[in-house]
């Protein structure tokens, strides 16, 4: 029996492991000036863990929980809870509803149809989506409360506003990276823009456009249930009102539709999403 040896070429260069920091690493220095970033966060902030921590915050703590384990059950109060999470569901799908259909209209000029699409509005379509989804749904709702007054209506208006930059991107970007050979064809015998788009392009990029407005009716239903707080109805201007005063149960009873509201949501846009992706 014979053993071979093994025998290392001779142009094989050993290299040391790379320096834990080089001057010349540019992803050294980003990781670095994050990590100082993140010290001063907390320098800058000045969080009392300890007060936090203490046996009085926790002694207070836990008579807050124990309060909130206590909701109100009963019947008339529960009316009123039913009757304003229909008021949070109905702001949620109005506001998308809305926001879909002017954010599909901002998103034909805010996108670039083909490689040689001029695209004459595209800067200007994307500056105003810009600026509708840089401006939080309550800030929305505190500026439209002033012209609109309380209640829901100034709701969904923030959020179509918000919604409506946020999905129009969404839309613009689903537009761009669409398939273009169904659309070539029409356009190489003359057929109009809208043509194209209404028979080429949108039907490829249905599903993707209902899948994120779905995304978005779920996360607009927690946007109604905080736009109440500044009073614009719903479930959270009854969170504030019930909290202000202290009534624990009543809060809690709140709290409990609000988490049955969005799971209810969240499950009905799920299956509906997996029904479009079939």
């Given at each position: 029996m014979s053993t071979k040896m093994v025998t290392k070429?001779?142009?094989e260069v050993y290299r040391l492991p790379?320096?834990?920091f080089d001057a010349r690493c540019k992803s050294c220095w980003v990781t670095f000036a994050i990590l100082v970033l993140i010290v001063s966060s907390f320098y800058s902030l000045n969080l009392e863990i300890a007060s936090f921590?203490?046996?009085d915050s926790m002694r207070a703590m836990g008579s807050f929980v124990l309060e909130l384990l206590r909701p109100n059950f009963e019947?008339?109060?529960l009316l009123k809870v039913f009757k304003s999470s229909f008021e949070t569901l109905a702001m949620s799908a109005l506001g998308t509803i809305l926001a879909a259909i002017f954010g599909l209209a901002w998103a034909i000029p805010a996108s670039k149809a083909y490689p040689t699409d001029p695209a004459r509005w595209r800067k200007l379509a994307r500056g105003v989506l810009n600026g509708l989804r840089a401006v939080p749904e309550?800030?929305?709702a505190m500026l439209l409360l002033i012209a609109l007054g309380l209640g829901p209506f100034a709701?969904?208006?923030a959020l179509a506003f918000h919604t409506t930059g946020v999905l129009g991107r969404l839309f613009a970007e689903c537009i761009e990276n669409s398939p273009d050979e169904a659309a070539y064809a029409l356009r190489v015998r003359g057929a109009s823009g809208f043509i194209v788009f209404w028979y080429a392009t949108f039907p490829q990029v249905l599903p993707q456009l209902v899948s994120y407005t779905l995304y978005r009716w779920e996360n607009n239903i927690?946007?109604?249930a905080i736009l109440g707080v500044v009073g614009a109805g719903g479930l959270g201007q009854m969170l504030a009102y019930y909290m202000a005063l202290f009534q624990m149960s009543e809060t809690s009873t709140i709290l409990l539709a609000m988490i049955i509201l969005v799971a209810a949501?969240?499950?009905?846009s799920y299956f509906s999403r997996k029904r479009f992706s079939r």
């Open positions: 070429p001779a142009n790379p320096k834990l921590m203490s046996a019947h008339d109060f309550l800030v929305w709701g969904t208006v927690r946007a109604a949501v969240d499950a009905l």
